[in-house]
């Protein structure tokens, strides 16, 4: 009865924060990142003693995969902070010679950003873990869907009524995300309704509204998406919705094999050729090939940076401290971060980690999705969790709005939700 209590307790915490990533997005800062990695970390100390052993053993075979990737970036980051004279960057030597003593040389030109930055990204994994441990039990599971359903409709009513003055990028990258969330919504109650004999408790009404309820925040989201944003984002979304759709069908009429490929193929293809011909088209290179307006650095600014960024990185974290030397007279004053989330990564953990980090998401994409057509019921949260990474990934090239707290704690959550659900638990409690 009290472990029943505990898990209770870490289950509306995490409602609680994703309910709460609206007004996250308003007040985004170190203040609230603080806020934000204080209290998961209280749920993550209530959830190691609450979870029952079978539930345990469940979420550590699970949540395997995405610690050990997840692993190397947070690794990595360590390496940048040590100092390591071979690798360590230039900026060092030229303090070296202005001091005229040796100096300890980092890969990282600013550690104390690093070191804030690895805290951040600790902290990301930590919200994944934590709505994958609470996600194993089917009902907390359905409540942080709905929970996400709702914190998403609430961000494009933000957008629609213009009370998002601050972090626009982090918001639009939210409402597109959202857009995946709700369509699983309605997904999930259509399910419910279809297999409501096997749960005569289960309330006909209750069902109706919630699928009221879901079909508005698709809606809303959508419209936001279709009217208020890019080329880029609007198809970044569409693809992560085509994926969901495709999983559908696929289950709903028992394609097999044949179906699946009949279906993904022109996906992948059209994919592909978006990828090869978008960026040259742009005269950019690659993590800037759907870049759009957003609230970080310029373009042009980001490039020079890019340029100039050894294969190691500078850092993570340090686009901040390197932007304004780069900076020319026209330029826009430079955000915390560069013109895309992926040119982020190139310049600060270095091209190779670039690469790790989008063939490890295309990865995790094929995993969720074979889940999806391989699990019974609930077939639709790996689904969800999938496609969401599809629409991720896409972004990542177009802003740099996941590194906000609001969109990184809601995207952990979906994760952690998808990964969850991939399984069916047989374990015993």
């Not at 805290?119 to 873990?129: R, T």
Request: net charge positive; aromatic share 6%.
């Amino acid at each position: 009865m009290i472990r029943l209590r505990c898990v209770s307790k870490v289950h509306l915490i995490l409602v609680t924060l994703i309910c709460a990533s609206p007004v996250i997005l308003l007040w985004d800062g170190p203040n609230m990142q603080g806020l934000v990695i204080g209290t998961v970390a209280v749920a993550l100390a209530i959830t190691a003693r609450a979870l029952r052993p079978g539930e345990t053993e469940f979420l550590v075979s699970i949540i395997r995969p995405l610690a050990a990737v997840g692993a190397v970036p947070a690794v990595w980051v360590v390496i940048q902070l040590l100092p390591l004279r071979l690798l360590a960057h230039p900026i060092w030597k030229s303090a070296e010679t202005a001091l005229g003593h040796p100096v300890a040389g980092t890969i990282s030109v600013d550690p104390g950003a690093s070191i804030l930055a690895l805290g951040q990204y600790l902290s990301v994994i930590a919200v994944a873990i934590l709505s994958a441990a609470v996600a194993v039990d089917r009902q907390r599971a359905e409540s942080i869907l709905l929970a996400l359903t709702a914190a998403a409709s609430a961000v494009a009513l933000m957008i629609v009524t213009r009370s998002v003055t601050f972090m626009r990028a982090q918001a639009i990258d939210c409402v597109s995300m959202g857009t995946i969330i709700a369509c699983a919504a309605c997904i999930r109650t259509i399910e419910r309704y279809e297999t409501r004999r096997s749960s005569p408790q289960r309330s006909m009404l209750v069902l109706l509204w919630t699928f009221v309820a879901c079909s508005a925040a698709l809606a809303i989201c959508g419209t936001v998406v279709m009217l208020g944003t890019t080329r880029e984002i609007f198809i970044a979304t569409a693809y992560g919705i085509f994926a969901l759709t495709c999983i559908s069908i696929i289950r709903r009429f028992a394609l097999g094999a044949i179906g699946t490929t009949a279906v993904a193929a022109p996906a992948l293809g059209a994919a592909i050729l978006l990828l090869a011909y978008h960026s040259p088209e742009r005269h950019t290179s690659i993590p800037f090939a759907f870049a759009g307006a957003s609230d970080s650095s310029p373009v042009t600014l980001s490039e020079r940076v890019l340029y100039d960024a050894p294969l190691v990185g500078t850092g993570a974290g340090t686009f901040a401290a390197l932007a304004p030397i780069y900076r020319q007279i026209d330029d826009p004053s430079p955000g915390s971060t560069a013109a895309t989330a992926a040119a982020t990564f190139a310049i600060e953990l270095g091209k190779p980690m670039l690469w790790f980090i989008t063939v490890a998401t295309v990865g995790f994409i094929f995993i969720l999705l074979r889940a999806a057509l391989q699990r019974g019921r609930d077939s639709f949260y790996p689904a969800m969790g999938g496609s969401y990474l599809i629409t991720l990934l896409l972004l990542s090239f177009n802003n740099a709005g996941l590194f906000g707290t609001a969109s990184s704690l809601i995207s952990a959550a979906v994760i952690g939700l998808g990964i969850a659900q991939s399984k069916s638990r047989t374990a015993k409690a």
